[in-house]
């Protein structure tokens, strides 16, 4: 199969073997995963990269109200920044968090640098 150079090969996350080789995903999905992993990775989880990660899952027993979801954003912003270094472009990173009862909404809106393609990702806690 042949691949574009807009559209190189990325190995899957999680890593898993697709045959006899890895699997690879398209660049959507690889930046998904690399969102995912800033979304719920805690910071000082990494021993590498202690301040990676955003944490969102210690937010579950947070009280939801706009305070919270002001300094969520900013978090995310700064954490999307550095892990998305060189895929995406950080002027175009756009995040909105709100909540409705018990739900947490994450939306995050991005272009890519490569090709200039405006894409966006909605994640539900």
């Known amino acids: 199969m042949a691949r574009r150079l807009v559209?190189?090969?990325y190995l899957a996350?999680?890593?898993h073997m697709d045959g006899a080789a890895p699997a690879?995903?398209?660049?959507?999905?690889?930046?998904?995963?690399?969102?995912?992993?800033?979304?719920?990775t805690l910071p000082g989880e990494r021993v590498f990269?202690?301040?990676?990660?955003a944490g969102v899952k210690a937010?579950?027993?947070?009280?939801?109200?706009?305070p919270l979801w002001q300094i969520t954003r900013r978090r995310?912003?700064?954490?999307?920044?550095?892990?998305?270094?060189?895929e995406v472009d950080p002027k175009s990173l756009e995040v909105d968090v709100s909540g409705d009862d018990a739900t947490l909404t994450i939306s995050i809106a991005y272009t890519l640098?490569?090709?200039?393609?405006?894409?966006s990702q909605?994640?539900?806690?």
């Open 7 to 9: 559209d190189p090969p």
């Open 13 to 15: 996350f999680p890593l």
């Open 24 to 40: 690879l995903a398209s660049r959507s999905r690889h930046i998904r995963g690399q969102i995912e992993q800033v979304l719920f």
């Open 49 to 53: 990269r202690p301040e990676f990660g």
């Open 59 to 66: 937010l579950v027993f947070e009280p939801n109200d706009t």
């Open 76 to 86: 995310l912003l700064a954490s999307l920044a550095d892990a998305l270094q060189g």
């Open 113 to 119: 640098a490569a090709i200039g393609h405006r894409e």
């Open 122 to 125: 909605t994640f539900t806690l």
